[in-house]
Nanobody, 122 residues
Framework: QVQLAESGGGLVQAGGSLRLSCTAS????????MGWFRQAPRNEREFVAS????????YYADSVKGRFTISQSYAKNTVYLQMNNLRSEDTAVYYC???????????????WGQGTQVTVSS
């Protein structure tokens, strides 16, 4: 069992920035990909960004390209999500996630974090 510990959510004004962090308790085949999903009220959980262990392969949802940057520290088993130029529509609970292979489907995620709230005020 892999535990994911998230931090960094909060309240920010539109145009502001936040940085999310997620540390995995162990490295397994199911943590080869680490990333983030988000879920707003009354919406389905959606993919945000992902990165592989090497840090040389990243994917982003179209809605966050150019504003969010995902990175990772192999030594710390930690993934980061730098969120700039935040918009009200970015308001959601953000979930750290791991998977054995690149995916944008919640059903293929191996482990989930507990979620951290990001609220962007306009």
């Amino acid at each position: 069992q892999v535990q994911l510990a998230e931090s960094g959510g909060g309240l920010v004004q539109a145009g502001g920035s936040l940085r999310l962090s997620c540390t995995a308790s162990a490295r397994t085949a199911h943590t080869y990909i680490m990333g983030w999903f988000r879920q707003a009220p009354r919406n389905e959980r959606e993919f945000v960004a992902s990165i592989n262990w090497n840090g040389d392969s990243t994917y982003y949802a179209d809605s966050v390209k150019g504003r969010f940057t995902i990175s990772q520290s192999y030594a710390k088993n930690t993934v980061y999500l730098q969120m700039n130029n935040l918009r009200s529509e970015d308001t959601a609970v953000y979930y750290c996630a791991t998977a054995a292979r690149t995916t944008q489907e919640p059903s293929q995620v191996g482990y989930w974090g507990q979620g951290t709230q990001v609220t962007v005020s306009s």
